[in-house]
């Protein structure tokens, strides 16, 4: 199989292997903390600073670790990222750590970086590792920023909490509840699919 | 009684699945056929209720009087992690076929949000003993309801008019969608 | 080495590495979130009582707690009471602040709360029934006044404004409060009165 350019490498991760749209993975988090695109924006951005460093960790040391304790290991990687990621969301963005609750621990369940590890970081060069994780970060933070940002803007009519609706417009509550983010992500599911057998012409 | 609210409030109002958004991946994967998701979900309790025990021991007798709280997400995910190989071992000597019924889920289970989320949001309410116990095995049978519930639907569905691009988890989510605008129903039920 | 003993020892390094690594960070932060934790109470306090500097905890129990304002010239400036009770959806945690006279609540703010968002969460934000706190009887139980009026003036001491389409969680955090204040009501006077006998020599 031909190695992709560094470009292919990255760019995977923001359509053709979506974390979210087309590998859904990740869902508690992606469907939890998007009712406002701060939130959103928040949680992506932590998964992505543990997604990232535990890729560049487990590809450095990945030839000193045994095969029978890698999971354990990643594991125990992983989970320091996100205890880091929680202590420092707790002592600096006190309020967005509120806003957040038991989502950032849970960082550590999130199959896409328990995946990543396994599927590639295990496997590759710490710079290819990096690259991946760049990929697929920005691609959760993009599909997390499109569902926070329809949530917000038609639950709340505000975008950021500023308003950006106008006061002819009377909120749909029903977004910011979970049903409303269930039903959201399954439209954009539906879409994304829609929109992958159109231009690939099935 | 205290109890019985905190296990219909983990089964009802505050729905594992259909309010915390845990055990999203397996409700998913697992919920096409009735008979697969009565086992996930039973097994999936099994593990719950066990640890709600266990990261209670650890939280209140090891990691707070040492203050070592900051160690919770690292000790509770290495303690669901080898409960689940446990519970794997366990299965396969005792009950080779349900541990055949049972398959691949076993495993999956370690990612299951779900149980991440039971032991930190038992941790975060400070409950004591048996509340944890309760709430673990409460959360653990509101994740069965959800999953068998989306089960039964999905079973129809598949004989139904499903657009394309919908088919699968796309139809899926809606269909949570809406199970959890019934499950809103049931707010206000404890006061 | 055998690779049972290489296992071994590289599960070790990594929980010890990743132990110590933990243990930097908490002690760096921790500092830094119990001051988080107290400036948010800090706020609720500043927000429901005037002219507080000086802040005592009088008094802590399950789901209570009083703490005694003391002003400038170290009068006392007031009472801040934080209850936590049931809501509609899940726990409510408030605060809400008496003159040193135990005659008024001064103000009310919602610390914690899990409402239904969009309707009963309005609690923490809506003016019309936040504001409609200041200056209420704090003698008795207060009622709810349904519909809300749009002028304070126009609402009696002991009633409070409902916010419409959160009629159960304004009910809620009108139980809390009235709960809450005879409790603290009650403790306030003993001690007071227990201040008027040991005058010189006491110590709470």
Same mark, same amino acid.
């Given at each position: 199989m031909?190695?992709?350019?560094?470009?292919? /490498?990255?760019?995977?991760?923001?359509?053709? /292997?979506?974390?979210?749209?087309?590998?859904?993975?990740?869902?508690?988090?992606?469907?939890?903390?998007?009712?406002?695109?701060?939130?959103?924006?928040?949680?992506s951005?932590?998964?992505?600073?543990?997604?990232?460093?535990?890729?560049?960790?487990?590809?450095?040391?990945?030839?000193?670790?045994?095969?029978?304790?890698?999971?354990?290991?990643?594991i125990?990687?992983?989970?320091?990222?996100?205890?880091?990621?929680?202590?420092?969301?707790?002592?600096?963005?006190?309020?967005?750590?509120?806003?957040?609750?038991?989502?950032?621990?849970?960082?550590?369940?999130n199959?896409?970086?328990?995946?990543?590890? /396994?599927?590639?970081?295990?496997?590759?060069?710490?710079?290819?590792?990096?690259?991946?994780?760049?990929?697929?970060?920005?691609?959760?933070?993009?599909?997390?920023?499109?569902?926070?940002?329809?949530?917000?803007?038609?639950?709340?009519?505000?975008?950021l909490?500023?308003?950006?609706?106008?006061?002819?417009?009377?909120?749909?509550?029903?977004?910011?509840?979970?049903?409303?983010?269930?039903?959201?992500?399954?439209?954009?599911?539906?879409?994304?699919?829609?929109?992958?057998?159109?231009?690939?012409?099935? | 009684?205290?109890?019985?609210? %905190?296990?219909?409030?983990? !089964?009802?109002?505050?729905?594992? $699945?259909?309010?915390?958004?845990?055990?999203?991946?397996?409700?998913?994967? $697992?919920?096409?056929? &009735?008979?697969?998701?009565?086992?996930?979900?039973?097994?999936?309790?099994?593990v719950?209720? %066990?640890?709600?025990? !266990?990261?209670?021991?650890?939280?209140?007798?090891?990691?707070?009087?040492?203050?070592?709280?900051?160690?919770?997400?690292?000790?509770? &995910?290495? $303690?669901?992690?080898?409960?689940?190989?446990?519970?794997?071992?366990? %299965?396969?000597?005792?009950?080779?076929?349900?541990?055949?019924?049972?398959?691949?889920?076993?495993?999956?289970?370690t990612?299951?949000?779900?149980?991440?989320?039971?032991?930190?949001? #038992?941790?975060?309410?400070?409950?004591?003993?048996?509340?944890?116990?309760?709430? *673990?095995?409460?959360?653990?049978?509101?994740?069965?309801? #959800? &999953?068998v519930?989306?089960? *039964?639907?999905?079973?129809?569905?598949?004989?139904?008019?499903?657009?394309?691009?919908?088919?699968?988890?796309?139809?899926?989510?809606? !269909?949570? *969608?809406?199970?959890?605008?019934?499950?809103?129903?049931?707010?206000?039920?404890?006061? | 080495?055998?690779?049972?003993?290489?296992?071994?020892?590289?599960?070790?390094?990594?929980?010890?590495? +990743?132990?110590?690594?933990?243990?930097?960070?908490a002690?760096?932060?921790?500092?830094?979130?119990?001051?988080?934790?107290?400036?948010?109470?800090?706020?609720? =306090?500043?927000?429901?009582?005037?002219?507080?500097?000086?802040?005592?905890?009088?008094h802590?129990?399950?789901?209570?707690?009083?703490?005694?304002?003391?002003?400038?010239?170290?009068?006392?400036?007031?009472?801040?009471?934080?209850?936590?009770?049931?809501?509609?959806?899940?726990?409510?945690?408030?605060?809400f602040?008496?003159?040193?006279?135990?005659?008024?609540?001064?103000?009310?703010?919602?610390?914690?709360?899990?409402?239904?968002?969009?309707?009963?969460?309005?609690?923490?934000?809506?003016?019309?029934?936040?504001?409609?706190?200041?200056?209420?009887?704090?003698?008795?139980?207060?009622?709810?006044?349904?519909?809300?009026? +749009?002028?304070?003036?126009?609402?009696?001491?002991?009633?409070?404004?409902?916010?419409?389409?959160?009629?159960?969680?304004?009910?809620?955090?009108?139980? =809390?409060?009235? +709960? +809450?204040?005879e409790?603290?009501?009650?403790?306030?006077?003993?001690?007071?009165?227990?201040?008027?006998?040991?005058?010189?020599?006491?110590?709470?």
């Amino acid at each position: 199989m031909a190695t992709k350019s560094i470009k292919a /490498e990255y760019l995977k991760g923001l359509w053709d /292997e979506n974390p979210v749209f087309r590998q859904l993975l990740g869902m508690c988090p992606t469907l939890a903390v998007t009712g406002t695109v701060i939130t959103g924006i928040a949680m992506s951005l932590a998964t992505a600073f543990v997604l990232i460093l535990s890729s560049l960790v487990v590809a450095s040391v990945k030839k000193l670790i045994p095969s029978q304790v890698r999971i354990a290991s990643y594991i125990v990687v992983i989970a320091s990222f996100v205890t880091i990621a929680d202590q420092v969301l707790k002592a600096y963005f006190y309020p967005i750590s509120e806003a957040l609750g038991p989502y950032v621990p849970l960082i550590v369940v999130n199959c896409i970086i328990l995946g990543r590890q /396994e599927a590639f970081s295990s496997k590759n060069s710490v710079g290819r590792s990096f690259i991946d994780a760049l990929g697929m970060s920005s691609g959760f933070i993009l599909a997390l920023l499109l569902l926070s940002s329809i949530r917000e803007i038609l639950g709340a009519g505000t975008f950021l909490g500023y308003q950006v609706m106008g006061p002819w417009f009377t909120p749909w509550i029903i977004m910011i509840l979970p049903a409303g983010a269930f039903i959201t992500l399954g439209i954009l599911l539906g879409v994304a699919l829609l929109i992958e057998s159109k231009t690939k012409g099935s | 009684m205290e109890l019985i609210a %905190i296990f219909i409030s983990a !089964v009802l109002v505050q729905n594992f $699945v259909l309010y915390y958004f845990l055990g999203i991946c397996p409700f998913l994967g $697992v919920s096409k056929k &009735i008979d697969s998701a009565v086992s996930m979900g039973l097994a999936v309790t099994f593990v719950m209720t %066990i640890t709600a025990i !266990v990261s209670w021991l650890i939280n209140n007798l090891i990691l707070i009087p040492y203050d070592l709280a900051f160690l919770q997400i690292v000790s509770f &995910i290495l $303690v669901i992690a080898s409960l689940v190989q446990l519970v794997e071992m366990f %299965i396969r000597k005792i009950s080779p076929p349900l541990y055949q019924a049972l398959g691949i889920y076993l495993p999956l289970i370690t990612t299951n949000c779900a149980i991440m989320g039971l032991a930190l949001i #038992a941790a975060l309410n400070e409950y004591a003993f048996l509340e944890t116990v309760v709430f *673990g095995f409460g959360s653990g049978m509101g994740f069965t309801l #959800a &999953i068998v519930l989306m089960a *039964g639907i999905r079973e129809q569905l598949d004989l139904a008019d499903v657009p394309e691009p919908l088919k699968g988890a796309g139809i899926a989510l809606i !269909v949570a *969608g809406i199970m959890a605008l019934a499950f809103n129903g049931f707010i206000g039920m404890l006061s | 080495m055998n690779l049972s003993t290489r296992m071994i020892l590289v599960l070790t390094s990594v929980g010890l590495i +990743s132990g110590g690594f933990l243990a930097g960070v908490a002690t760096l932060t921790k500092e830094k979130i119990a001051l988080n934790v107290q400036a948010e109470i800090e706020e609720a =306090i500043q927000e429901v009582v005037d002219d507080a500097e000086v802040n005592t905890v009088l008094h802590e129990e399950e789901n209570l707690v009083i703490y005694q304002e003391t002003g400038k010239e170290g009068m006392i400036a007031g009472y801040a009471v934080q209850a936590t009770g049931v809501g509609f959806q899940d726990k409510i945690t408030l605060m809400f602040g008496l003159d040193p006279a135990l005659e008024k609540i001064t103000g009310l703010t919602i610390i914690d709360q899990k409402e239904t968002p969009g309707l009963g969460a309005k609690i923490e934000d809506w003016d019309a029934f936040l504001k409609f706190w200041e200056n209420r009887n704090a003698s008795g139980p207060l009622s709810l006044r349904k519909p809300p009026v +749009s002028d304070i003036k126009k609402l009696p001491p002991d009633e409070v404004n409902t916010i419409t389409a959160a009629t159960i969680s304004s009910q809620k955090v009108l139980d =809390i409060v009235n +709960s +809450s204040l005879e409790r603290a009501r009650k403790l306030l006077q003993q001690g007071k009165g227990e201040t008027k006998e040991q005058d010189g020599n006491e110590k709470h």
